[in-house]
């Protein structure tokens, strides 16, 4: 793999998902990130990857150490009608419901939705309502 070009600016550098059907995962999350609107980045030996997430097989190269449990990733939705989308593709795509869209209690206009993906990793897609943002995120280039 070999990037060019990234864009930062928010906490999280990267996050890796080690998964046990590498094909199964790939059409989970190409169906979510498909609602969200986030391309696909591309693809390695027995791995995928998008944005800040790579999803690998145990037996990948970058997969390495004792293989842990459960995650939670919350990806953001710029609306309400895009954390629906997320949801409808998720169940449509091998997902189980963990919890529909709609409000919740963390701060006034929290809009989220929870499926957990193949794996049983809690995913979710939240819109925290109207805000203003300086710069979508910073381009970096090597």
């Given at each position: 793999m070999e990037t060019q070009e990234v864009y930062r600016g928010r906490l999280i550098d990267h996050i890796q998902?080690?998964?046990?059907?590498?094909a199964a995962s790939q059409t989970f999350y190409t169906a979510?990130?498909?609602?969200?609107?986030i391309p696909m980045g591309g693809t390695g030996?027995?791995?995928?990857?998008?944005?800040?997430?790579?999803?690998?097989?145990?037996?990948s190269e970058a997969a390495q150490?004792?293989?842990?449990?459960?995650?939670?990733?919350?990806?953001q939705a710029r609306d309400r009608a895009?954390?629906?989308?997320?949801?409808q593709a998720a169940l449509a795509h091998g997902g189980r419901d963990n919890g529909a869209p709609g409000e919740r209690g963390y701060h006034p206009g929290y809009?989220?939705?929870?499926?957990?993906?193949?794996d049983g990793n809690n995913i979710e897609a939240v819109y925290?309502?109207?805000?203003?943002r300086s710069t979508p995120a910073v381009r970096i280039t090597f």
């Open positions: 998902l080690v998964v046990q059907d590498l979510i990130f498909d609602a969200l609107n030996d027995g791995f995928f990857w998008a944005d800040e997430l790579f999803v690998s097989t145990s037996n150490g004792i293989l842990t449990g459960r995650h939670h990733l919350a990806f895009m954390v629906d989308a997320f949801y809009y989220a939705a929870f499926v957990l993906d193949p925290h309502g109207e805000a203003n």
